[in-house]
């Protein structure tokens, strides 16, 4: 399976690819060396998390895969409609998934996302506003919505409604 170790403002990400289609881009706590990527995709994904971090990126045009039960999936995609520099609650995404009691689930579901920043479960957030739930750590998704509200010159996210 190719990947390559690609240095973030936010440490190191491992990104991996499959069957032609990213399949985790996950963030470190540890230091790794820099690793150039060796596939088209991969040197694509790269060029894509650049642009990201540089703010002239919003949306991600990769073919992405992820391994998971259909509710995961269902979970997944809905993530990848809030928009860039916008966040929504865990009440609101069961609510626009048609499941008001299954938060608990889709915040499971959400930490078990390995593509960060590509499918932005970063973007999500307790209902009282608080940063909850981020697998790679709260000061990144922290930093990606002060990222994000940056680059959308507002100094701050918007709760999508």
Known sequence: MPLCYYKTPIGFARITEED?????????????EA???ETPLLKKAVQQLDEYFAGERKVFDLPIKQIGSPFQQKVWDQLLKIDFGHTISYM?????????????????ANGKN???IVVPCHRVIGSDGS?????????RKKWLLEHEARVMGTGQTKLAL
């Open 114 to 116: 390995h593509l960060i």
């Open 92 to 108: 609101q995404q069961s609510k626009f998934m048609n499941n008001p009691l299954g938060i608990r689930a889709i915040a499971s």
């Open 20 to 32: 032609d289609c990213i399949t985790s881009i996950y963030m470190l706590d540890e230091e790794f």
């Open 131 to 139: 940063l909850t739930g981020f697998g790679c750590g709260i000061w």
């Open 35 to 37: 690793t150039p990527p």
